[in-house]
Nanobody, 131 residues
């Protein structure tokens, strides 16, 4: 059974850092594109970062809103996907989701919305950045 479970959310002070992890089961991480998203109150879900591909043909993308502050990584053997962020801002507050899509490939950006229309989602983890 395909499953994604996020962990690591909580309350963070502005300027602080976060470390989220997503544990995957039921599939291999190098057979899908996996991504991190966030949803702030009253806003649409935003794609933050994504990664996919086999060991020698990895593709990766990160959103402009977090570039330079957030990084995403995966461990195919451990079936975990991590998101690390620093210099957090109040606008980074939201529910952070891990998702997996069967749409793969290096053509275009894996952040493109259409790639995630039939994705499988985790339950999300709340991150609150206090000012």
């Amino acid at each position: 059974q395909l499953q994604l479970v996020e962990s690591g959310g909580g309350l963070v002070q502005s300027g602080g850092s976060l470390s989220l992890s997503c544990a995957a089961s039921g599939f291999s991480l190098d057979s899908v594109t996996i991504g991190w998203f966030r949803e702030a109150p009253g806003k649409e879900r935003e794609a933050i970062s994504c990664i996919g591909g086999s060991e020698y043909a990895v593709y990766y993308a990160i959103a402009d809103s977090v570039e330079g502050r957030f990084t995403m990584s995966r461990d195919v053997a451990k079936k975990t996907v991590d998101l690390h962020g620093n210099s957090l801002r109040p606008e980074d507050t939201g529910v952070y989701y891990c998702a997996a899509t069967s749409v793969t490939g290096r053509s275009g950006s894996c952040l493109e919305r259409w790639r995630w229309s039939n994705a499988h989602w985790g339950q999300g983890t709340q991150v609150t950045v206090s000012s």
